[in-house]
């Protein structure tokens, strides 16, 4: 199994996330954001964390143009799997795999903490591993977090089971608490909270490494 | 030539960042401020003949969000 992290200049989760996706059995090439091309046999693609070109213009929005996001793009659309967590899911929002978008956190300032995490949809290879309803502990860290969509998205959005994560106690303003959302294939998460940052003792917090293992596992039965 | 480019968030979109610079004008003693919306203005150098479709383009495609920020284009 193999797992592809990209690389944009002012990424700074892509290790720890790659190492997320080794400790869960995957093999995993780090990719530059001027590549274009995906290595073959990729199972998954990773977008990791960080302030990729210094989030000028939009977070995401500079990514979201490389060249190396059009492959991802186009590897969404053969029906592969991709993880955007934070900036990668800015990225991916604003590639317009993902719906909505992600402004300035309501109370205006950078948030880095643990937050609850509500399970909201087991029914995807990346949230198998948690029981819906379930509340796991995660860190975000991030200064626009904030997901918006229009009320006829998000109603969408709820009705086809599509957000996987709900934060228990809103820090950042998002619309109806939501925290991740999957695509309408439910083969593409994006979400702001960080389970890379909670995958080992060390870090005192293991509560993500569900979340790669169960995908791992899912991608071995594919 | 030259195109100037104003993106600001829809209505109905919260703006915190306005939000606080009217806080902060109220805090100055600017009683009279009732909403303030905080844009970006991008100035754009274009090649003689450019068109305004050319540049509608720029802005669908990198310059704004039209999930949640509307656009204007003045060419000078």
Same mark, same amino acid.
């Given at each position: 199994m193999k797992a592809a992290v990209i690389v944009f200049p @002012?990424?700074?989760?892509d290790r720890d996330l790659a190492e997320g996706f080794r400790k869960a059995g995957l093999d995993v090439q780090m990719v530059w954001h001027k590549d274009t091309a995906l290595p073959s046999d990729i199972d998954i693609v990773g977008i990791p964390g960080g302030f990729s070109f210094g989030d000028y213009l939009r977070c995401g929005a500079i990514a979201a143009n490389s060249p190396i996001c059009r492959e991802v793009k186009a590897h969404v659309e053969r029906g592969g799997y991709a993880l955007g967590i934070c900036n990668g899911f800015q990225v991916l929002t604003e590639t317009k795999i993902l719906p909505g978008a992600l402004l300035r956190n309501g109370g205006l300032k950078y948030i880095c903490r643990t937050i609850g995490l509500s399970?909201? !949809?087991?029914?995807?290879i990346f949230t198998r591993g948690y029981e819906a309803g379930e509340t796991i502990r995660i860190p975000i860290a991030h200064h626009d977090g904030n997901f918006t969509a229009d009320a006829e998205t998000l109603d969408m959005l709820e009705a086809e089971g599509r957000v996987a994560f709900r934060y228990t106690d809103n820090p950042n303003g998002s619309d109806r608490d939501i925290a991740g959302i999957l695509s309408s294939n439910r083969r593409v998460l994006g979400m702001m909270p960080h389970p890379e940052r909670a995958c080992d003792p060390a870090q005192g917090n !293991?509560? @993500?490494a569900r979340l790669f293992a169960h995908l791992t596992a899912a991608l071995a039965e594919a | 030539m030259m195109a100037r480019v104003h993106v600001m968030l829809k209505?109905?979109?919260?703006d915190p960042q306005g939000e606080a610079v009217r806080h902060a004008l109220h805090g100055l003693g600017f009683d009279g401020v009732g909403g303030v919306r905080q844009g970006k203005v991008i100035e754009i150098e274009l090649a003689e003949g450019t068109t305004e479709a050319t540049v509608t383009e720029m802005c669908e495609q990198l310059?704004?969000?039209?999930v949640i920020e509307s656009y204007s284009i003045e060419l000078i």
């Open positions: @002012g990424s700074n989760c399970v909201a !949809e087991s029914q995807s !293991e509560d @993500g | 209505d109905g979109v919260l310059l704004a969000n039209t």
